[in-house]
């Protein structure tokens, strides 16, 4: 008929509603949401994180309802480390967690602290104040503490700045931590091989912990004891 088009084929109206992603059940949405937002490494200040993160991340800018389903998967699977530990970022004085807003504080679950990185002069910006913002994080129930090196032993003669020194340091620093964590539950500890877990630094670590009443655990892998070691404790 002069003067009317006629569609093809394949551009006819079907008559069948095209199903979009809000239309997906909210379970079967938080699925795709966890396995696209959860990662298999702890989150820190890193300037590898814009290939980590940031196209994960673009999830976030789609559109208000997804960014109100996704941002708590994201912050509530994945574990942040409280002080920065990598590169030009360790003596930062803006953490990770600062420079959160309060609302993506509140929704993270679990924390790492860990120590070891720079035993002989830490951070001054390695404290729990009020910038940190740790006070927000009022959904966290585990924290994990993870030592690299345990300064107090021999084998530091002459590097370290005083035998005790550090292991104060990190027994105050989680002491300080915890009791800005209303809702921890749990403490988990681990540790390269090279550090004893009945070394001094390890064992202030655990008897710190177990003063606040919390659940405490250590990685099996501690239990392995090393040429000097007589292993004794319990296993996570």
């Not at 093809?8 to 069948?16: A, M, W």
């Not at 208000?64 to 930062?92: A, M």
């Amino acid at each position: 008929m002069v003067g009317q088009r006629v569609l093809p084929q394949h551009s006819r109206p079907t008559g069948k509603p095209r199903l979009g992603f809000l239309d997906l059940p909210l379970e079967i949405r938080r699925l795709i949401y966890k396995q696209l937002l959860l990662v298999d490494r702890t989150i820190d200040l890193d300037i590898q994180n814009h290939r980590l993160l940031s196209r994960r991340l673009l999830l976030f800018r789609t559109c208000r309802q997804i960014y109100y389903e996704s941002y708590p998967v994201f912050y509530g699977l994945n574990v942040f480390r409280v002080f920065p530990t990598q590169g030009k970022y360790f003596r930062n004085r803006r953490g990770l967690l600062s420079r959160l807003s309060p609302q993506c504080r509140a929704a993270i679950t679990r924390l790492e602290l860990r120590l070891g990185p720079g035993f002989n002069a830490p951070p001054r910006t390695w404290k729990v104040d009020p910038k940190l913002g740790l006070t927000d994080a009022t959904s966290v129930h585990t924290l994990s503490v993870f030592v690299e090196c345990d300064p107090s032993h021999k084998i530091f003669d002459g590097f370290r700045r005083g035998e005790t020194f550090y292991t104060a340091f990190s027994a105050g620093l989680l002491r300080t931590v915890v009791a800005a964590l209303p809702s921890l539950q749990r403490i988990d500890f681990d540790a390269w091989p090279s550090v004893r877990l009945h070394g001094e630094l390890l064992s202030k670590l655990i008897a710190e912990a177990e003063k606040t009443r919390r659940v405490v655990r250590w990685s099996r892998a501690l239990e392995t004891p090393t040429s000097d070691d007589d292993v004794v404790g319990n296993v996570a």
